[in-house]
DNA sequence: CCGGCTATCCCCCTTTTGCGGTAGAGGAGT
DNA sequence: ACTCCTCTACCGCAAAAGGGGGATAGCCGG
């Protein structure tokens, strides 16, 4: 019989936090040892406590899940981050996987799902909701097409930069940006950039 | 002494559900007779219960937060409707107003406000959560400032529609279109047409 | 070592967009 | 009745964006 699986909460709603805290309340075997509202005191509660899998939200104020998972798997190797997240940030599946998450989990799923997932990652095993098999596999993980410097022109774009103003920004040539766009729009399907913004905006490939 | 406050909760995440649940559990004085994961069960299950409040989530599959409140209001005037949703959504609060709702809650919030602003909707009162007065009466509230056509046109835009798209899609002159895209741009301060939807995507003014 | 990917840059051309000003018809409110 | 707002529509012009064709250099993995 193997010891109790201890676990951080993180997330910036505290509905989401209790709700966690009661589903876990079920599962005898499992330990909720610390909460977060943010990444910064996920990183920081993560490293005092250790606990074997942090429960990460990725929308939130100041440092996102994302950046608060590398932090984690990079300082505390031991702990295992799940991703628990909407549906509609499925995009960022590749993201997750690449900070180090060990698992991706929708937040609609029911509680036996999540408790089974938790189980899995503290294990040393991966997990992915079923939900994003089909679009990880078809390779219509999108934002993974996109390379980091076009998120990062995409991003610029979203905040009403023309070309000439990413120019400036990157210093690089105005026709360097309208070679990326062009490829950004191949990517996304999209006619225009203000559509493949509201795509990207969408599927939180930028934010 | 009042009776029992029924209580009806509306989320699509089942986490968020359990979260509502346990938070009314501590309240002896509230009763939650009913859970919905979207619109259209929402508005069936309030006609059919006819609880004192109902607790809406705006984001959800098929019929959003918003339609429900407008069915739910017209269908049982008796039943008080508190909005509940995330900060990104605080634009919608004067289209939640609008749509009959009596209150309006941040999912941020501490459970002891979530009770009292679910006691004041019950008794007849307004609410609104205390973080969004500032930009409520500084006239901040950006999407009531776009009339109902620059809504749509927004959301076409959206879509990657050009103004002669649009033009055909409402059976209106492109110049008509220009027209209106001038007004949404200088009213959300954006420079381009891609910046006006980046922010009204951000802000849940359109989806 | 070579092929593929990425990032950079350049040309030309057409279409779209943004910005200025102007204005009538209809509705709602005072 | 009068005013304010909304939706509608037009003109012209300068800037920006989109689409086509290229090219070069670096880097990484087979």
Chains 1, 2 share one sequence.
């Not at 005898?28 to 990444?39: K, L, N």
């Not at 074997?52 to 702990?79: C, H, Q, S, Y």
């Not at 930069?161 to 990517?187: C, P, W, Y």
Request: glycine residues 6%; proline residues 4%.
């Amino acid at each position: 019989m193997p010891a109790d699986i201890t676990c951080l909460i993180v997330d910036d709603h505290e509905v989401v936090r209790e709700g966690l805290r009661l589903s876990l309340s079920r599962a005898p075997h499992i330990r909720v040892v610390g909460e977060a509202s943010d990444g910064a005191s996920a990183v920081a509660l993560a490293q005092r406590r250790r606990p074997n899998v942090v429960i990460m939200d990725v929308r939130m104020p100041g440092m996102d899940g994302l950046a608060a998972t590398k932090e984690i798997t990079d300082t505390v190797p031991e702990t295992a981050v799940l991703i628990f997240t909407a549906y509609s940030e499925r995009s960022l599946l590749g993201r997750g996987l690449e900070s180090g998450a060990r698992g991706y989990i929708l937040k609609e799923a029911p509680h036996q799902t999540l408790l089974r997932a938790i189980e899995k990652v503290a294990a040393g095993e991966g997990y992915v909701d079923p939900a994003l098999m089909p679009s990880f596999l078809n390779g219509k993980d999108r934002d993974e097409m996109l390379t980091a410097r076009e998120r990062e022109i995409l991003q610029l774009l979203a905040d009403g930069m023309s070309n000439a103003d990413v120019a400036g920004r990157l210093f690089i040539s105005q026709e360097t940006v309208k070679s990326h766009v062009r490829h950004i729009l191949a990517k996304l399907e999209a006619n225009t950039r203000t559509h493949a913004v509201a795509t990207a905006l969408r599927t939180a490939i930028i934010d």
